[in-house]
């Protein structure tokens, strides 16, 4: 994974409040900046065909439909697409601005950065607690001694 | 419906029908909120997505409220809600092998690799109805109680957060697991070919197994497990019932899609599923009794009475293919599990027939104007047929 997929990861992961705040920021800033902020698809809601590879015969199948919302933007000529899981239309449309905002260089850029690397550092987190809670369900089967 | 334009009258009848049923539900939903129908219900929520082929817990859950809790109605809701949809992408094929784990069983073999994962379950609870705020009717003695203090103790470090090995990988590496028919390149030389689309493509027989394990995904529950019970102890006799189960999974895997401007895939987030394997012993006529076939289910969100049907439904598919009586079960997967249509037929019995009926009573009416009278029998004059 290249660092602009651990951008893009941790955006389409990230808390939508998070992400819609810090493409206020860059929203508002370019503006300030006259720097031109253009929609280029603006949100919408479809589906991703989600396909698996069976163990048994490694052979694909489709299991179901996910429901994403994606968006594009521009910022000063550079672009930032974003896909995310659900329908929040806001949150997609602020994810690409934040993308267009890493990959142009803007002055948010860290603030971009350190919300996706805090997003995918909370969500292994999340995933520690989770299997720390887990750990007292495994079975460990008692022994029974022969006697010799 | 079709008798709709023929019809006139009764538009007033229906919408008061509407604002009757609204007017009596909508202060009991308004206080209960998707987000306690997420909490509170999630096997249903899971349920309704599984049988409407759409991953989404909110839009399922308002599907749910809508519907007062009938599952086949939110699928309803869902089904259509998914029918208004763009298709944007194919996902990256998901491995099942990358599951993050919150349950894992393998009642084949005691030790397995990796855990036997319990989980959250009430699987080997008594089924005592508890109403809320009464004590619990069977509290742990003292012995429960160490045992779990016991557990609570362990630490991650004695059990790793791990993906185990399948127990399919074990029998193959024990030379016990036959190979898959499906392995390798299909009959028009792919190696890969495209998954079998049921959204876009028309059923069509023989099926191919990509299209049976999509059928099966997307079937009612019910159904399914209706017909894996019928195979085993219906007329048919098809499959046999030492199946057994040799992975029983829940968890989470990545959802990735390949991001326009670079190419590259990415994740973009998590759909839960639960997944089985069904192992089979091959001890049939002309079958290979040193060898084992395994079947595959898999199931959106945690519903593992689908994935575990699916599984043993697989496995007697593959291994009855081509015979007469596999024709049938491939019919009976692709043409009768899907909730929607089997319900949607049943729903419009309540439709206006009058046109129909009225016809089949003229012709009744006719076929006896020109009858001949019976002759009678001695069976006729028996007691059972006495008016």
């Not at chain 1, 389409?12 to 370019?30: C, K, N, P, Y």
Request: contains cysteine; proline residues 5%; negative net charge.
């Amino acid at each position: 994974m290249t660092h602009g997929e651990n951008i893009a990861e941790g955006l389409a992961l990230a808390e939508s409040q998070a992400v819609i705040e810090v493409a206020d920021r860059i929203v508002a800033g370019a503006e300030s900046d006259g720097v031109v902020v253009h929609v280029v698809k603006p949100p919408e809601t479809g589906i991703v065909v989600a396909q698996i590879r069976e163990p048994l015969a490694q052979k694909r199948f489709i299991l179901a439909d996910v429901q994403t919302v994606q968006a594009e933007v521009e910022i000063a000529g550079v672009r930032g697409w974003s896909m995310r899981m659900g329908s929040d239309r806001h949150a997609a449309m602020a994810s690409a601005v934040c993308e267009a905002e890493y990959f142009r260089n803007g002055p948010h850029r860290g603030q971009v950065q350190d919300l996706a690397a805090k997003t995918l550092r909370a969500r292994e987190q999340k995933r520690a607690q989770q299997w720390r809670s887990l750990v007292p369900t495994i079975v460990e089967f008692e022994e029974v001694l022969e006697r010799s | 419906m079709s008798y709709a334009g023929g019809n006139r009258g009764g538009t007033e009848a229906i919408v008061a029908a509407e604002a009757l049923r609204a007017e009596q539900r909508t202060v009991h939903q308004r206080t209960l909120s998707v987000e306690a129908v997420l909490g509170a219900l999630p096997e249903a929520v899971d349920r309704v997505m599984g049988e409407a082929g759409l991953w989404d817990e909110e839009t399922a859950a308002v599907a749910f409220l809508q519907a007062a809790g009938d599952s086949a109605e939110a699928v309803h809701l869902l089904r259509a809600h998914r029918s208004t949809l763009t298709r944007f992408a194919f996902s990256e094929p998901i491995e099942p092998d990358a599951i993050v784990l919150d349950r894992r069983i393998c009642s084949a073999h005691r030790s397995p690799d990796g855990p036997q994962l319990l989980g959250s379950t009430v699987d080997y609870s008594p089924r005592l109805l508890r109403r809320s705020g009464e004590p619990d009717p069977l509290p742990p003695n003292d012995e429960l109680l160490a045992a779990m203090a016991s557990a609570e103790a362990r630490t991650s470090a004695e059990h790793p957060d791990r993906t185990p090995q399948r127990f399919t990988r074990y029998l193959a590496e024990n030379n016990l697991l036959s190979p898959h028919s499906e392995s390798g390149v299909d009959a028009s030389g792919l190696e890969d070919p495209e998954p079998y689309d049921l959204a876009l493509q028309p059923v069509r027989l023989p099926a191919s197994r990509s299209a049976l394990l999509s059928a099966m995904a997307l079937a009612e529950t019910g159904a399914l497990v209706g017909m894996w019970y019928r195979s085993i102890t219906g007329p048919d006799g098809y499959t046999d019932e030492t199946v057994t189960v040799g992975e029983v999974r829940h968890g989470e895997v990545d959802l990735s899609v390949r991001h326009p401007h670079t190419g590259e895939a990415l994740v973009i987030g998590q759909v839960r599923m639960t997944e089985c394997e069904a192992i089979d012993h091959l001890n049939d006529r002309g079958e290979d009794p040193g060898k084992f076939t395994a079947g595959y289910g898999l199931a959106l969100g945690h519903n593992e009475r689908k994935a575990i049907s699916m599984a043993a439904l697989d496995s007697a598919a593959h291994r009855i293919r081509g015979t007469a009586l596999g024709d049938e079960m491939e019919q009976s997967i692709m043409l009768t599990l899907d909730g929607l249509a089997a319900n949607g037929f049943l729903e419009h019995l309540k439709m206006p027939h009058y046109v129909t009926f009225r016809s089949m009573m003229e012709r009744a009416e006719a076929a006896q104007a020109v009858a001949v009278p019976p002759v009678s029998t001695e069976d006729d004059t028996r007691e059972d047929y006495a008016e």
